[in-house]
């Protein structure tokens, strides 16, 4: 490993997973540029690695075409997707994924050499190309990890970044907790953000230990644009368990014919439906039985073991044979489809700081993501960063979600057929300190604040329960502040916290800003979409 101090970076990439190092392999590869990769565990540690049913791409036409991708994902993102930066993803995705097979990613192919292509909810066609039943994403890292170790100039493991160093109005780095607990400043000429989304805001979550929300809660503190954030896609079919993250039982399953039945055997939605309404369709079931979970019954399914041994195994371990028991699921925490703002070429508000991936909102997923479009987004979007970077790019643009940034209507409707401006938010104020340093462990005050956003900012929300949540975050907020205030070098233990409770906090303040229901957000109290709220919410 190569200290920071040391090593004039061209691009310091935070995060390892899909979007950071399509973006690192690229700009040491093609670009020769001086590349580092910083991350909190170790290299191939990434949600990135549990990603299961595949990557959505177009690579075979007739019946299919990029057009019917771009239908899809708009008719998911629920007015709020903006259709030049879908465009980007459709066309731009197929070559991307045949970079990755040529950097020797493995995909499952047919006894002929043809790529396997599945279907899954939200797709019109069958256009989801897998590895290892649905192991895709433990074989997309696979291949870019050893990329990147072979071209990065510097590679920080086990390095938590805190904050983005900011001098004269540009990025030019960020301070970070190394592996020894000591503070280090890593500069560099730019910095791209791909550390991934925050699904450990809420208690029952498919999301790693990681995914805390990093990189959005460092864009919030130094005032770089967010948005969307209100938009969290709960996946359908958990598996109902203790066990944490809870492993889930892919899309691909309903995609291949399994069918989802409440607490009496009947069925009770169309399965291929996107994943907010299957999602919501489970909580009416569930309140209506009063039934913790609903069923996913696979015991049709020919060859379930050939065709997904990685869920097999999964279900074995806890004692369920797919061919003979019925598979108890619920709504857990999947996916955070808002976060930094970014234009079509990945640029934040921030000259010099760039983010792609979850981390990221480009535009392309609006109000929901459809099924298999963000290892596809890492893909394509955090190269795009770099290319922007080699042509000398500075600052943004207002082209993708940016639009809803610098697009020129104060009012934040749509700035155009398919565009999407926005309405501006105040970000949260911080929260003062308490008198007393809290007595309690950080794993306990991180627990409850999980608990309050289920509860409260869950799959269906009203204002009373985001009230609540909000002050659960607001607790969480003043205790860090204390720690702060009491001149204690934070932990990394604490800096989650402190970065869960900001992005608790803003995504509290949106949901209860945003007062209708729209793709992964549903309101209680305000069940209808209303039209004149098809804007993003921009934090700033
Ligand atoms: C169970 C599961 C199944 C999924 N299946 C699919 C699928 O089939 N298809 C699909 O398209 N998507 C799927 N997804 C979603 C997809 O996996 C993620 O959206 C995608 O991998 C995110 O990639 P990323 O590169 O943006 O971030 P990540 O892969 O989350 O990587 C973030 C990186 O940032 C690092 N990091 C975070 N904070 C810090 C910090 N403070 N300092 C330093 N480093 C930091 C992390 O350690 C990690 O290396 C699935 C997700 C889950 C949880």
Redesign the pocket.
Known sequence: MTEGAAVELDLLV????????SAAVRAADVHNMRVGV????E?P????????????AVLRDDPDSTDLHLADTLACGAGLCDTEAVRVLVDEGPARVLELIALGAAFDRDPDGTLQLAREGGHSQPR?V?AGG?A??AEV?RALVVAAQRGAAALYEH????DLVVEGGRCRGVT?VGPDGRPVTVRAANVLV????A?QLYSVT???L???G??IA?ALRAGVAVADVEFVQF?PTALHHEAM?RP?L??ALRGHGALLRDGRGERFVDELQPRDVVSRAEVEVMLAQDIDHVFLDARHLEDFAARFPTIAAALGEVGLDPTVDLLPVAPAA??TCGGVVTDLDGSSSLPGLWA?????CTGVHGANRL????????MVF?PRAVEAIERGQVGAGATGAMRAVLGDDPEGRPVGPGTVGGRLLARPAPVPPSAHLPVEGWDKIRDRLQRAMSAGAGVVRDAATLAEAGAVADAAAAAVATVVASGEALRTEV?EVA?LAEVARAVVATATARTESRGAHSRRDHPLTDPAQRHRLVLA
Do not use: C
Request: hydrophobic share 35%.
């Open positions: 935070l995060g390892s997973g899909v979007a950071g190092l910083l991350t909190k565990g290299l540690q990434a949600t990135t690695r549990w990603a299961q049913g595949g990557v959505a989801i897998h649905a895709t994403g890292e390095h938590f970044a805190v970070a791909t550390t991934g989304g699904g498919t999301n790693p990681e995914a805390t990093d990189g460092m996946h993250p889930l892919s899309e999947h996916y792609a991936g979850e981390a990221a099924a298999s479009n963000s290892l596809l987004e890492g955090g800096s970065n």
